[in-house]
């Protein structure tokens, strides 16, 4: 019954690997989001994808790769893990621009 | 640039007590305001929001105050619980795409 669901929730790992997050939502949105929250708990967009179409991308490194390969799903791959990617990252969807529903979030530690 | 600023960052009150938290924005075409409740090792919980078109929204205990010449909203908990403790999060959304620009977040305990 969970509306918005990550895996994993806790990710630790050594920089310089690459890590993949993935989400999945059974609410029916169409829209799915990754947001990034520090360790102040500041939360900040990091893409946004509209029927498998990237409509948000903010100023994320390139070794930050969203993939969505249906409307239900956005994965997340990073590519050689630096220290300050340690956070709690958050997968969101929503029916067009309406409320935004957030996934349960998945801590990466990078050591 | 587009920015959401939100006070106070911690609030402490008494069981039964009122709570109110701030926020202003700068984008003034932002026109859907929400705010997520956030437990200790949860994601964030929409619990209510309001549009540019309505002035005040009530929930229960859960009200949500917009001024939109001023560029402030806030949020008012009535009678608080301490199942009420956790960090509050006020957000703005921009006409980008729908994106939600987050305030720094305001931590409200709630003493038995």
């Known amino acids: 019954d969970t509306a918005v669901s990550q895996t994993p929730k806790y990710l630790v790992t050594q920089m310089g690997n690459d890590k993949s997050i993935k989400c999945e939502q059974n609410?029916?949105?169409?829209?799915m989001y990754w947001y990034k929250q520090d360790s102040k708990k500041f939360l900040k967009i990091m893409f946004s994808y509209n029927n498998k179409e990237l409509i948000i991308n903010e100023t994320v490194p390139n070794r930050f790769s969203p993939k969505s390969p249906d409307k239900a799903h956005l994965n997340l791959h990073i590519n050689s893990l630096e220290l300050g990617d340690s956070a709690v990252y958050f997968c969101?969807?929503?029916?067009?621009?309406?409320?935004?529903?957030f996934g349960p979030g998945t801590r990466l530690t990078v050591t | 640039g587009e920015n959401v600023e939100q006070h106070p960052s911690t609030l402490s009150v008494q069981e039964g007590d009122s709570a109110v938290i701030k926020c202003t924005y700068s984008?003034?075409?932002?026109?859907?305001f929400p705010w997520y409740k956030q437990e200790l090792g949860k994601g964030p919980q929409l619990i209510i929001d309001i549009r540019s078109n309505v002035g005040e929204k009530k929930d229960q205990r859960i009200a949500v105050t917009l001024n939109k010449t001023a560029k402030h909203f806030s949020l008012h908990i009535t009678e608080t619980q301490p199942e009420d403790s956790a960090v509050y999060f006020c957000?703005?959304?921009?006409?980008?795409?729908?994106?939600?620009?987050f305030g720094q977040g305001t931590e409200l305990s709630v003493k038995p």
């Open positions: 969101a969807s929503s029916h067009g621009r309406d409320e935004q529903y």
């Open positions: 957000a703005a959304r921009v006409n980008q795409g729908g994106k939600l620009i």
């Open positions: 984008d003034s075409a932002s026109n859907y």
């Open positions: 609410l029916g949105h169409d829209t």
